[in-house]
């Protein structure tokens, strides 16, 4: 467990050269805010360094962790641990043995959405989808991934576990890992094997998501990566983006590429939308792209 720092704060000049082992833990690129031009502003770096956990930023980047080196970092900051992680609820559910099978999958952070300026923003938002897994858990459906409680230590919901499922949509037919222009170009007719499939696949996933909004939930953050196949039945993700039918999504986190980002509001149209758009991302319909 982490040893938590008394408050975040950035680190001397004298502090960063001294040496020292690290443990990068996650590397993400920061492309600017929405209403930026896209391009690449540097690597965010979430590490450990004396059971201590700490961000830093580097004007590289990386093919993978291993590749980050220590005089690359600048800005490093520590990060107070204490506000990553809400305190469990007696109403929720509780996992039990999940480490005993390999059929359950445990869902945690990604810490490269930790931000200095909002500490507790991680926390709300595994609340948040706490209670709406929970709630789901209550009306299950085919085409909804399968929650089985959270992963609690010393108090804290430290993960949610769900089913484990074996590939997502992007990973059956993009293997390649081309982006959302470049995928119909490149792949062609190498979706061929699934064509006869597709349509019952929209057709599945449809029915998921007008199961949530049965039940007043909009998900927000329909995409490839977050359809999972359980055996060939596809099965809706990720619950984090999910809010009431209404909510502002100020604060909500969406996928670059497949949302509307000018839409502020959680309704039915984000999710219909961004299924018709992977629509047309299979059928390599570019020119109806909507985003």
């Not at 459906?141 to 230590?153: D, L, S």
């Not at 670059?256 to 039915?268: F, V």
Request: charged content about 25%.
């Amino acid at each position: 467990m982490f040893l938590s720092p008394s408050t975040a704060h950035e680190t001397s000049q004298s502090s960063k050269c001294t040496p020292f082992i690290m443990n990068v833990i996650q590397c993400s690129e920061y492309f600017g805010r929405g209403d930026e031009p896209v391009a690449f502003q540097y690597s965010r770096i979430i590490f450990q360094r004396d059971g201590l956990l700490y961000e830093g930023r580097s004007t590289s980047r990386y093919r993978s962790k291993t590749d980050v080196k220590e005089e690359d970092l600048y800005k490093i900051t520590a990060i107070a641990v204490e506000n990553l992680h809400p305190d469990y609820e007696r109403n929720f559910t509780k996992a039990c043995n999940y480490l005993e099978t390999d059929e359950w999958y445990v869902k945690r952070l990604n810490l490269s959405h930790y931000d200095l300026q909002n500490p507790d923003r991680l926390k709300g938002q595994t609340i948040e989808e706490v209670k709406t897994c929970e709630y789901l858990k209550e009306r299950p459906h085919p085409n909804i991934a399968v929650y089985h409680g959270c992963e609690v230590k010393d108090g804290k919901i430290t993960g949610l576990c769900f089913q484990r499922y074996g590939e997502t949509l992007m990973e059956r037919v993009n293997p390649m890992k081309y982006n959302k222009q470049r995928f119909p170009v490149e792949v062609g007719g190498g979706i061929s094997p699934h064509i006869e499939h597709i349509e019952r696949w929209l057709d599945n996933i449809k029915g998921g998501i007008l199961h949530l909004h049965s039940l007043g939930i909009i998900h927000n953050d329909i995409n490839p990566s977050n359809i999972m196949f359980d055996g060939d039945t596809p099965v809706i993700i990720d619950f984090g983006s999910c809010r009431p039918r209404g909510h502002d999504l100020g604060m909500v986190g969406r996928t670059y590429e497949w949302h509307d980002s000018s839409i502020m509001e959680a309704k039915p149209s984000n999710d219909l939308d961004a299924l018709e758009e992977m629509r047309h991302w299979l059928s390599g319909s570019v020119e109806n792209f909507k985003f």
